[in-house]
């Protein structure tokens, strides 16, 4: 039996891979929901034929017309520039949140273009992807067992923002309450910088490539399972990186502190407690739920 469905009409704004994975998985677990979106038509014929949305649209008020939920799957810079006219257009009583992996910067927009508004906006950030992205890689089950960001814990009174806290967990999801500032402190750490240093290993392997393609072509999978973020495209991280630049740049202060100490630690058995260090990372990741 169908679960009672929390909203009646999903306009999701961005068709790609979190948008797509999203329109999935709400008609999987809440078919009687009208899901709709809105992007380049190309983008918009192979959501619907994959499923994700049942009616694209080229106009995003056609899109957003009569529905109370919208979900902005967009890069940050394109998702602060269409808020405004989502702000205006929204329907009263409706929901707006967003997908974006930074939040300051479009938490701060909201808050200006919302003020008036009838609609009322909800920073989310859903802690999962791929290194692919488009259409082509939506997942409906990419939100299972991930965590979620939700940004302002005093939104939690309002009775949509709980509707939408329980439509995530249904679909397998883990709402986490957060600041937009320890946010975007938290996932420069955690997910942010991962990227830039798997891209920076990336280029170093690149560099040492001689014309036989040594020494790629003696490496086993663990280089491949330590660079797989290194096939993540720029059009993705651009904003990304223009948005959370303080942070990320702290972050990459302190792995080159990491490597310097990695030097100086080559012929000693400090080097030992290095590793210990890391592996009660990895076993605290590995048990993580």
């Keep these: ?11 999701i704004l961005g068709t790609g891979l979190v948008g797509g994975s999203f329109g999935l998985a709400v008609r999987n677990h809440f078919p009687s929901i009208s899901v709709v979106g809105w992007d380049r038509e190309p983008v918009l014929r192979e959501a619907e034929q994959r ?18 939920l ?3 799957a967009l890069p940050v810079g394109a998702t602060i520039e269409v808020l405004p006219e989502v702000a205006k257009l929204s329907e009263a009583g409706a ?3 967003d997908a974006c992996s930074t939040k300051k910067a479009v938490c701060q927009a909201a808050a200006r273009y919302f003020e008036d508004s009838r609609a009322l906006f909800l920073g989310g950030h859903p802690m999962a992807g791929k290194e692919t992205s488009g259409i082509g890689s939506a997942d409906a089950e990419l939100f299972r067992d991930a965590k979620y960001a939700l940004i302002g814990e005093a939104a939690q009174a309002d009775a949509r923002v709980a509707r939408f806290a329980a439509l995530l967990e249904a679909l397998g999801a883990k709402p986490v309450w957060l600041d937009a500032e320890t946010h975007d402190w938290a996932v420069a750490i955690v997910s942010h910088l991962p990227q830039l240093v798997s891209v920076a290993l990336a280029g170093v392997v690149h560099d040492e490539m001689d014309e036989n393609g040594l020494p790629v072509t003696l490496a086993s999978g663990g280089l491949r399972d330590v660079l797989r973020l290194a096939g993540s495209p720029y059009e993705i991280w651009r904003d990304i990186a223009l948005t959370n630049t303080q942070n990320l740049a702290r972050a990459l202060d302190r792995v080159s502190q990491a490597i310097d100490a990695l030097r100086t630690h080559l012929a000693s058995r ?6 210990s260090t890391a592996n009660e990372v990895y076993k605290l990741l590995r048990d993580l739920k």
Excluded: H, K, N, W
Aim: zero cysteines; aromatic letters at 10%.
């Design 1 to 11: 039996m169908a679960a009672e469905a929390p909203f009646r009409r999903v306009a």
């Design 51 to 68: 499923g994700a949305i049942q009616q694209g649209f080229a106009d995003v008020s056609e899109a957003i017309r009569g529905a109370d």
């Design 70 to 72: 919208i979900y902005v």
């Design 95 to 97: 929901l707006v949140t």
């Design 270 to 275: 400090e080097l030992e407690e290095d590793f």
